[in-house]
């Protein structure tokens, strides 16, 4: 396994997490199959991983509530000695507190959940503007203060979907800040903070770690004719895994990339690449960018985000809602990215909000009908969230 220092942490971090946000399960997302996920534990942590994530909601049988995956951790880590030598990691369910006492009351929670006494890395929970907004209300620094103080966390961060702009607002206004935990993988450089968001981190020398690098399996699942071919041209020949890992290690801004592991032979596989060295050459560097310029062009719609249309005086985000669409179009499978669909836009903000006004068409410069292309948003996804 290869390590790398988590920013200004100073841990020294495998560069493959263990996200434990797609467990194997038996009969719901709420029924791990614990003897399963026990044997991917037990390996990854014996060769080498020493970071596991997980959140308060990961394991629940919706989007949102308490979750099963800490409670299972808590439980493996009570029948073994590993614990003191893994760097474990939570979130903060900020989308639910409505009152100081809650930061206190959701830690505490996490804390009997996972058995033990402190948490080594606490993360505010894919944080929004708005989340943004209302947790200093309610004195989120404060909380954070204490709970460092006290030694219930020991090194904070937080994780988010949303532009670079933003996130360097959030790094901006907390001094303690350590890591953030953003999306990205070759397909969104540019999407949400994408690059420019881990090279600020880099700047600021705070930990960067990685979430979504095979976007949800379907970088590595259902790998189109047109694609393959390219990756047939390459200099070096790669599995579709190991070009969407490798592509993010050979990053000098990323320090830790998790996957959401569902089998064994996954856990195997990718501590294997994680083990490996692999410098990709500038060619197949280009080779990468022409697989992702060649995924776009089964996108659903042309809209660009220039951001014309909005805001929609009904309350519709037709950016969003349009990309999550294009993405799921993209890659051939509304499963995979319903949850982002349903998660990062709100239920009064998606697809079927839209009355069919037309206010916004004159705006956009693609041309495009964009209640039409709303309804096939909604069409596509559904009104709510039912893809585990």
Request: with cysteine; hydrophobic share 35%.
């Amino acid at each position: 396994m290869i390590y790398n220092t988590l920013g200004k942490t100073g841990l020294k971090v495998s560069r493959l997490g263990f996200g434990t946000m797609r467990l194997p399960t038996k009969s719901d997302n709420s029924d791990i199959d614990k003897v399963e996920a026990t044997k991917m534990l037990e390996y990854a942590i014996e060769n080498g991983v020493n970071i596991i994530d997980t959140a308060y909601p990961y394991h629940a049988k919706g989007l949102e509530g308490s979750g099963e995956s800490e409670r299972f951790l808590g439980e493996f880590f009570s029948e073994n000695s590993y614990r003191d030598d893994i760097i474990l990691q939570t979130k903060s369910p900020v989308w639910a507190v409505e009152q100081k006492s809650d930061f206190d009351d959701f830690l505490d929670e996490q804390l009997e959940k996972l058995q033990t006494d402190y948490i080594d890395v606490y993360l505010l929970h894919s944080l929004t503007v708005p989340d943004w907004e209302k947790v200093k209300e309610l004195d989120v620094f404060d909380f954070l203060d204490d709970a460092l103080s006290s030694g219930k966390i020991r090194h904070v961060g937080f994780s988010s979907h949303i532009e670079v702009d933003y996130i360097v607002e959030i790094i901006d206004e907390y001094p303690k800040w350590e890591v953030a935990l953003t999306q990205l993988n070759y397909l969104d450089e540019y999407y949400q903070s994408g690059v420019m968001g881990t090279n600020y981190l880099k700047e600021v020398n705070m930990g960067s770690m990685i979430m979504e690098p095979l976007r949800g399996g379907r970088l590595v699942n259902n790998i189109p004719k047109e694609i393959q071919e390219l990756w047939d041209m390459a200099e070096t020949k790669r599995t579709p895994v190991e070009w969407a890992l490798q592509y993010l290690w050979n990053r000098d801004d990323v320090d830790c990339v998790f996957s959401g592991m569902t089998s064994l032979e996954q856990v195997k596989d990718n501590i294997r690449i994680a083990s490996t060295e692999d410098l990709i050459s500038d060619n197949d560097q280009e080779l990468i960018r022409e697989v992702a310029r060649t995924y776009r062009t089964f996108l659903g719609n042309r809209c660009t985000r220039c951001g014309y249309c909005m805001p929609c005086p009904h309350g519709v985000d037709i950016i969003n809602c349009l990309t999550e669409y294009n993405i799921a179009h993209m890659m051939g499978d509304p499963k995979a990215s319903a949850m982002q669909y349903f998660s990062l836009i709100d239920d009064d903000s998606r697809a079927d909000s839209c009355v069919d006004c037309r206010e916004c068409i004159p705006f956009c410069t693609q041309m495009i009908d964009i209640p039409a292309e709303l309804q096939k948003v909604y069409e596509y996804f559904g009104s709510e969230f039912d893809h585990f």
